[in-house]
């Protein structure tokens, strides 16, 4: 056995053992611990032996070793020295050398997700992705579409809205701003006199008595108000519409890039019947739920419409057509204090007290406590919230009839789904660029002469005139749904 450990000393691996032990525990030759470099631990970037990041900062102890002072050296056995030149340097295999410090240089070689994250600045804000960039700015202030998020409003007189508008979402590239034709300040200011100082469109003079045919057929005589709408629009010539893309119902995408309405002209609103409606819109609280108050100011906007239209052709038409049916009388002044019970006073809607009325569900529209809107058939209502931002067309809904005929820019009746303050309308069929006064003529003979459904003709349209009654002297909902 003696002999057996006289031969492993002589052998020199005595001495291996006790320099790997040495090193290991840092103790030098005189039996103290040797100084241990204060330098960080790094890792040489071009090193391929790395730690993976599922390793323990314990484990990455075996890929550097701590360096030693100058005394410590010396006594190191070859394969645990660190290289002192280039010569040495070369020779050794790079799991022996001794890993440099880091720099600053060193930091782009380095596997990424070893590189130290660089504080974010201004110009760094572009690289972002998008779920963590900043929201640019909206360009012109101008208000996009959808949501309740509100921005003030750049037109002063927006009185239902309360000098707001609602923005949401903006499409790519954004909606180019149309310019909002209104009446004139002129015309404001004319019809704030008292009513029998205000000056009035003349009479119209066209034959205005119903035929037999009419009288015994609603369909006849709707296709007769149509003719008598002499103020109707022209499409492409006072005003123009862009269809967009339509969709089903149960399709949510918003399939319009742009508003419907393309361009109004400057004289539409010069027109009195048209200039007179547009005053009453801002008469009423789109909340169903709240009671609805109706100023002096407004009372008196209501009288003089009802004799600006009473001078058209379709309101004198519908008189001497309900006077033929022993309906009304043959007065005008009576009419037209019938037509204000029928369309203006106020009703239970929705369980609140006076909180409606047929005029403002049909042409302005509701908001139900449920979050639906309800009502909301008028293009001129259209055209004034989407010019002001409170109205998002979302496209139109496609014929029920498969191979129906599409929408285009001459169409003047439209199924369409639209967000009115970021309140989804599913589906509303509008006729555009009719008057105020054949829209009420229409509903009114259909509400008086007609059924629940009433199918007739209007120039080149086939329609239902679906009519609701609540008990028997009051409107619940009229409009119009396309039958091709």
Not at 233 to 245: A, K, M, T
Not at 285 to 309: C, G, H, P, T
Request: aromatic share 10%.
């Amino acid at each position: 056995m003696d002999g057996f450990f006289n031969a492993f000393k002589s052998s020199g691996l005595v001495k291996v053992v006790q320099d790997v032990a040495e090193d290991a525990l840092h103790v030098n030759r005189d039996g103290k611990v040797g100084n241990v470099d204060s330098k960080s631990r790094s890792y040489d970037s071009s090193s391929t032996d790395w730690p993976t990041p599922g390793e323990s900062e314990a484990d990455e102890t075996r890929y550097s070793r701590h360096s030693r002072n100058d005394d410590d050296q010396s006594s190191q056995s070859s394969w645990g020295q660190p290289a002192r030149n280039g010569q040495d340097e070369s020779s050794e295999s790079n799991w022996q050398r001794p890993r440099p410090t880091r720099n600053e240089e060193d930091e782009t070689s380095q596997p990424e997700w070893r590189r130290p994250r660089p504080g974010r600045d201004e110009e760094d804000q572009e690289t972002q992705p998008k779920w963590g960039s900043s929201r640019p700015e909206r360009e012109d202030n101008r208000p996009s579409e959808g949501s309740w998020a509100k921005v003030a409003s750049t037109h002063g007189d927006d009185n239902q809205d309360d000098g707001w508008q609602t923005a949401g979402r903006t499409r790519a590239g954004g909606r180019q701003h149309r310019p909002h034709i209104r009446p004139s300040e002129e015309q404001f200011n004319e019809y704030q006199r008292d009513p029998s100082e205000q000056n009035y469109a003349e009479e119209a003079s066209v034959d205005i008595e119903p035929t037999e045919e009419e009288l015994n057929d609603l369909s006849v005589a709707a296709n007769r108000l149509w003719d008598l709408d002499l103020n109707r629009l022209v499409p492409g010539q006072d005003y123009e519409i862009d269809c967009g893309e339509g969709k089903k119902l149960y399709n949510k995408e918003d399939m319009s890039v742009n508003s419907l309405f393309k361009f109004m002209d400057k004289g539409v609103f010069k027109r009195p019947t048209f200039a007179r409606f547009y005053q009453l819109l801002d008469n009423y609280n789109s909340d169903e739920s709240k009671r609805e108050e109706m100023s002096a100011a407004e009372e008196r906007e209501q009288m003089v419409f009802l004799e600006e239209i009473s001078r058209t052709a379709p309101i004198k038409y519908l008189l001497r057509y309900l006077a033929e049916k022993r309906i009304v009388s043959n007065s005008m002044e009576e009419f037209k204090q019938i037509f204000r019970n029928l369309w203006f006073e106020f009703y239970n809607r929705g369980g609140t007290q006076d909180s409606s009325s047929a005029f403002e569900h049909v042409f302005v529209g509701e908001v139900k406590r449920r979050g639906e809107v309800s009502g909301f058939h008028n293009w001129i209502q259209f055209y004034m919230k989407e010019a002001k931002g409170t109205v998002d067309y979302q496209g139109y809904i496609f014929p029920r009839r498969r191979g129906g005929d599409l929408p285009d820019s001459q169409s003047q009746l439209m199924t369409i789904q639209f967000d009115w303050n970021g309140v989804r309308k599913e589906q509303s069929s509008v006729m555009i660029g009719v008057s105020p006064e054949f829209e009420l003529a229409l509903y009114t003979l259909c509400f008086f002469c007609g059924q629940e459904e009433n199918h007739v003709n209007l120039g080149p349209y086939r329609v239902n005139v679906k009519c609701y009654h609540i008990g028997e002297d009051r409107i619940g909902s009229v409009f119009p749904i396309a039958l091709d």
